[in-house]
Nanobody
Framework: QVQLVESGGGLVQPGGSLRLSCLVSVSDFDRYAVNWYRQAPGGQRELTAYILSDGTPDYTVSVKGRFTISRDNARNTAYLQMNNLKPEDTAVYYC?????WGQGTQVTVSS
């Protein structure tokens, strides 16, 4: 059974950084894209960043230049490095892989 486990969320002050991790228990991790979504309180889930199997990344406009998505195929893990965090980045962040979802990790940006 494929499992996705996110970690790395927490409380951080504006301007701070966090790194989220997504461990995917699957044998062919390197063949597929990995996505990070987020859902703010009262909001819809939105695609925040994704990385293709060849390592090509892309981002939603609001996080470009601040977030970096990466993957380590040897560890079956994708990362989301988040720098210069803003209060509006507060959300539950979800990893998705081939229509499967993790449980989410809470990121709160507040002073």
């Amino acid at each position: 059974q494929v499992q996705l486990v996110e970690s790395g969320g927490g409380l951080v002050q504006p301007g701070g950084s966090l790194r989220l991790s997504c461990l995917v228990s699957v044998s062919d991790f390197d063949r597929y894209a990995v996505n990070w979504y987020r859902q703010a309180p009262g909001g819809q889930r939105e695609l925040t960043a994704y990385i293709l199997s060849d390592g090509t990344p892309d981002y939603t406009v609001s996080v470009k230049g601040r977030f970096t998505i990466s993957r380590d195929n040897a560890r079956n893990t994708a990362y989301l490095q988040m720098n210069n965090l803003k209060p509006e980045d507060t959300a539950v962040y979800y990893c998705s892989f081939e229509n499967l979802w993790g449980q989410g990790t809470q990121v709160t940006v507040s002073s």
